[in-house]
């Protein structure tokens, strides 16, 4: 029987990435999929590619496999020139969303596939196979056949698939998109379990911004076929460096403001006859003239209407949330003209009510104002 871990991360000088993605672009009959991206991926971290449908995120993940080839660009694997090997020679495990299970083959079976057609033997075949099942609480199910599975139990069929080769990465696409929230949830902490405990270099695709937020060590959230914006999940929800990061990411409140002055402390920005000083903001700002404020729910106060330094605004919808309850707010100031906070359950307010909303020195942010705002 092998004695080795199921897991081959090396135990060498941990200071080289293991992905290294050199400007690699796609682009489909003229089309482009991906502008060059340069990316560097820790090894043994959990990075997530965040971003919706058609930013590139999957052909990115795509082109790491070597199930695309990229335009121009290089891509190195622990150090090794990748860019023209093909897929089954990148020791890579993969987990798709629709699990690609084979129905005939029992659950043991597939997952021993990768193991059979890289000639292992026999008897190291059914060690690492019960070592990958029980890895995913599955050792009572090997005989079973994937239609007598429910989705969960087939998702860690593929994950024990996957991971039973020992991948130098292993790369997973919308994994849990076919799951139910509960199972799902269930899903995404068990997975994050096992790649912490193997120290397994993971890219994760996703849509689900919940997700990237609970189960990453960085987040590279995309769109248009670029990455915006690449941070840890606290970096970009807390600091997101433009406006479609902070609206993808995470509720927000998006303000029409106008750039009075700026300093080393931040600017003074004029918010339809209101004044707000923000300490925090972006670069690339104009000297002067129309910008967006940032703010999440949770920095918003309510206050009385008419209360200095408010913003006028009115209760139009109170969506009653269990822990708390969400206040929809008509605010002609608001990019929209709706804004939402979050107040105890018991605080809610009828339709209707005049309030002011207070904004905070710290923690919004400020952007230049993006085309067709």
Known sequence: ????????????????????????????????????????????????????????????????????????????????????VPP???????????????????????????????????????????????????????????????????????????????????????????????LRTAMQVELKEIQSRLGLTTVFVTHDQGEALSMSDRIAVMSRGRIRQIGSPSEIYDTPQNQFVSTFVGDANLFAARLVDSGDDGVTLDIEGTGLHVSTFQEALPEAGPVTLFVRPEQCRLTEAGAPGAIPASVALSVYQGSHAELHLDCPSAEGGRVMLRVPAGEALAAGTPVGIALPDRGPAVYAREAGA
């Open 88 to 182: 089954h020679k990148r020791e890579i495990g993969i987990v798709f969303q629709n699990y690609a299970l084979f129905p005939h083959m029992s659950v043991a079976q597939n997952v021993a596939y990768g193991l059979r057609t890289r000639k292992v033997s026999k008897a190291e075949t059914e060690e690492r196979v019960r070592e990958a099942l029980a890895l995913v609480k599955l050792e009572d199910f090997a005989d079973r056949k994937p239609k007598q599975l429910s989705g969960g139990q087939q998702q860690r069929v593929a994950l024990a698939r996957a991971l039973v080769i020992r991948p130098r990465v292993l790369l997973l696409d919308e994994p849990f998109s076919a799951l139910d929230r509960n």
């Open 1 to 84: 029987m092998s004695s080795e871990p199921l897991s081959n991360t090396p135990s060498e000088s941990r200071e080289y990435p293991a992905v290294q993605i050199d400007g690699v672009s796609k682009s489909f009959s003229g089309t482009v999929a991906l502008e060059p991206v340069w990316l560097k991926i820790r090894r043994g971290e959990f990075l997530t590619l965040l971003g919706p449908s058609g930013c590139g995120k999957t052909t990115l993940l795509n082109l790491i496999a070597g199930f695309l080839e990229a335009d121009e660009g290089e891509l190195f694997i622990n150090r090794d020139l990748v860019t023209q």
